[in-house]
């Protein structure tokens, strides 16, 4: 499976994308939670960084911020494409993501059968790339979640 996916990966010359896109795993990490509640990556075009914005306030402000937060993603990516930072409004933002201190507990999610989880871990050890590793495993528990959920 690893073989065939980076295969593809090299084939379609989708590297620089999977990596300029590792900005929506690590959004929170690189602006920090104050600003994640208000932004939101939308879309990577081409080396621009589209963001979601809860308002124009929040938007003037980190337009201010563009540069600061352009060098932080080069720094957290170490070597991102991403050059430039466009805003765009989505009033959504702001009220659907709780602060910390206001979140309830989430509900205890049942852990994934560990013969599954076994044999699952056999199948991506020979990814030789642990962050891509990584990724694959927290997707697989992300699908394995929602499949008990139903």
Same mark, same amino acid.
């Given at each position: 499976?690893?073989?065939?996916?980076?295969?593809?990966?090299?084939? &379609?010359?989708?590297? #620089? /994308? +999977? *990596?300029?896109?590792?900005?929506?795993?690590?959004? $929170?990490? +690189?602006?920090?939670? =104050?600003?994640?509640?208000?932004? /939101?990556?939308?879309?990577?075009?081409? #080396?621009?960084?589209?963001?979601?914005?809860? $308002? *124009?306030?929040?938007?003037?402000?980190?337009?201010?911020?563009?540069?600061? +937060?352009?060098?932080?993603?080069?720094?957290?990516?170490?070597?991102?494409s991403i050059n =430039?930072?466009?805003?765009?409004? %989505?009033?959504?933002?702001?009220? *659907?993501?709780?602060?910390?201190?206001?979140?309830?507990?989430?509900?205890?999610?049942?852990?994934? $059968?560990?013969? &599954? #989880?076994? &044999?699952? %871990?056999?199948?991506?050890?020979?990814? #030789? $790339?642990?962050?891509?590793? /990584?990724?694959? !495993? @927290?997707?697989?528990? !992300? +699908?394995?979640?929602? !499949?008990? @959920?139903?």
């Amino acid at each position: 499976m690893s073989e065939l996916l980076n295969s593809l990966i090299q084939k &379609k010359g989708w590297k #620089k /994308q +999977i *990596s300029r896109n590792r900005v929506f795993l690590l959004w $929170d990490q +690189i602006v920090g939670e =104050d600003i994640a509640v208000h932004a /939101q990556p939308f879309v990577v075009r081409g #080396k621009t960084l589209w963001l979601n914005v809860s $308002d *124009s306030v929040w938007m003037q402000q980190l337009q201010f911020q563009k540069m600061t +937060i352009l060098e932080r993603i080069k720094q957290v990516l170490s070597g991102s494409s991403i050059n =430039d930072i466009r805003f765009q409004l %989505d009033t959504s933002l702001g009220q *659907s993501r709780p602060r910390p201190e206001q979140q309830s507990p989430e509900p205890r999610s049942t852990p994934p $059968d560990p013969q &599954k #989880k076994e &044999k699952f %871990d056999e199948m991506i050890s020979t990814l #030789k $790339d642990e962050e891509m590793r /990584q990724a694959m !495993k @927290r997707l697989w528990l !992300k +699908i394995e979640q929602a !499949k008990a @959920r139903s």
